[in-house]
């Protein structure tokens, strides 16, 4: 999403592109293996671009995920997705 700031005095903007943020700290989120879609780890194996987590971390996977414990945002939103069971149809 981008916005529109307006220059002062001029009556012009400036089109500004918002960065994500990627961590690189040792905060909470940095303890945590995250959930992340399949696909999306791949890719960010192969271009280096940042993933975001289901809790909302953006970050560049490093590190082996199963030194970790599971991030608890992360798997209480993915326990909550309606997951199809045995015998369900896809719609």
Known sequence: MSTLEPERGLGTGTLVEPVPQVSHGDGDHERYAHYVQKDKIMESALSGTPVVALCGK????????????????????????????????DK
């Open 58 to 89: 953006v970050w560049v996977p490093g590190r082996d995920p199963k030194k970790y414990p599971v991030c608890p945002m992360c798997k209480e939103i993915f326990e909550g997705i309606d997951q199809p069971k045995d015998g369900d149809k």
